[in-house]
């Protein structure tokens, strides 16, 4: 990742279905730079720009506004889950997320703020951030950082408050993945500290952890430090621990008789007698 790139978001996170609403409205033949969007979406201007803002972050559409096959894949006539209902759906948007980059700070937090600080401070994260920024030769305010910590906070962390309305439970996308936990300290050690920790997480479908797997590396082998380990990688963006990592790999081995692992002297490796299609790896998933 060379350019970092943050805001757009206009302070919104990323509503439970606007991602299949911003796909209706492109598959009509609309633009988000059309004046009729703010009727055709049924949103104010602000939330327009969100939209589509999330729409390019999830990796739905190139820069020039285009849906592409994932898109079309998840959210079309014939989607795989169009209302998001499924939650490797869950998963794959957040893997989307992450190793897209189009957001940076998500990329940022998951792959390079974490490996320093399982569990923080919203202070911590936005000082990381702008000296991270300033490393890469980016300009970006203390002001615009704090935003944007604020919104992928709100976009994995359940609200603490009842919400007003059930409606309201599940208004934002990523939150049921409980990936960033919340607790308490004692008073005067900084008040709300956020932890990602890696874990189990049983609800992860192998065929989402194998698809990241075949989007991540070319080859016919990679090795289990780096699944556990790299940037993107799978452990990475998932948070999953060594054992977590370990039992998809053998549930990818069972499901699949062209993966192999070996583990011999110690040196523990993925390999492929021939890579499988990612598609019909999520076909495996969605028609299962």
């Given at each position: 990742?060379?350019k970092?790139?943050?805001?757009?978001?206009?302070?919104?996170?990323?509503?439970?279905?606007?991602?299949?609403?911003?796909?209706?409205?492109?598959?009509?033949?609309?633009?988000?730079?059309?004046?009729?969007?703010?009727?055709?979406?049924?949103?104010?201007?602000?939330?327009?720009?969100?939209?589509?803002?999330?729409?390019?972050?999830?990796?739905?559409?190139?820069?020039?506004?285009?849906?592409?096959?994932?898109?079309?894949?998840?959210?079309g006539?014939?989607?795989?889950?169009?209302?998001l209902?499924?939650?490797?759906?869950?998963?794959?948007?957040?893997?989307?997320?992450?190793?897209?980059?189009r957001?940076?700070?998500?990329?940022?937090v998951?792959?390079?703020?974490?490996?320093?600080?399982?569990?923080?401070?919203?202070?911590q994260?936005?000082?990381?951030?702008?000296?991270?920024?300033?490393?890469?030769?980016?300009?970006?305010?203390?002001?615009?950082?704090q935003?944007?910590?604020?919104?992928?906070?709100?976009?994995?962390?359940?609200?603490?408050?009842?919400?007003?309305?059930?409606e309201?439970?599940?208004?934002?996308?990523?939150?049921?993945?409980?990936?960033?936990?919340?607790?308490?300290?004692?008073?005067?050690?900084?008040?709300?500290h956020?932890?990602?920790?890696?874990?189990?997480?049983?609800?992860?479908?192998?065929?989402?952890?194998?698809?990241?797997?075949?989007?991540?590396?070319?080859?016919?082998?990679?090795?289990?430090?780096?699944?556990?380990?790299?940037?993107?990688?799978?452990?990475?963006?998932?948070a999953?621990?060594?054992?977590?990592l370990?039992?998809r790999?053998n549930?990818?081995?069972?499901?699949?008789?062209?993966?192999?692992?070996?583990?011999?002297?110690?040196i523990?490796?993925?390999?492929?007698?021939?890579?499988?299609?990612?598609?019909?790896?999520?076909?495996?998933?969605?028609?299962?």
């Amino acid at each position: 990742m060379t350019k970092l790139t943050f805001s757009g978001h206009e302070s919104f996170t990323c509503r439970q279905f606007w991602l299949k609403k911003g796909y209706d409205f492109l598959i009509q033949g609309y633009s988000f730079s059309d004046a009729v969007a703010v009727v055709h979406l049924g949103v104010g201007k602000n939330m327009v720009n969100s939209i589509y803002y999330w729409m390019k972050s999830f990796d739905l559409i190139d820069e020039t506004g285009t849906l592409n096959s994932l898109a079309h894949y998840i959210f079309g006539d014939s989607g795989k889950d169009p209302y998001l209902e499924q939650p490797g759906t869950l998963w794959l948007l957040h893997y989307l997320l992450v190793t897209c980059g189009r957001a940076s700070l998500y990329n940022v937090v998951f792959n390079d703020f974490r490996r320093e600080h399982v569990i923080f401070t919203k202070p911590q994260l936005v000082n990381f951030v702008f000296k991270y920024s300033k490393e890469m030769g980016s300009s970006i305010s203390v002001e615009s950082i704090q935003r944007d910590v604020d919104v992928l906070l709100r976009n994995y962390v359940r609200p603490q408050r009842k919400p007003k309305s059930p409606e309201d439970e599940h208004i934002t996308l990523l939150m049921d993945l409980e990936l960033i936990s919340t607790f308490d300290l004692a008073k005067g050690d900084g008040g709300v500290h956020y932890a990602i920790e890696r874990r189990g997480r049983s609800d992860i479908p192998v065929q989402v952890v194998l698809y990241a797997i075949l989007d991540q590396y070319q080859g016919l082998s990679v090795s289990f430090r780096n699944l556990s380990n790299d940037h993107n990688g799978p452990g990475i963006v998932f948070a999953l621990d060594d054992d977590a990592l370990l039992n998809r790999i053998n549930e990818m081995t069972a499901k699949y008789p062209e993966i192999i692992y070996t583990d011999d002297a110690g040196i523990r490796e993925l390999q492929f007698r021939t890579r499988p299609d990612p598609q019909q790896v999520l076909d495996d998933y969605y028609n299962a």
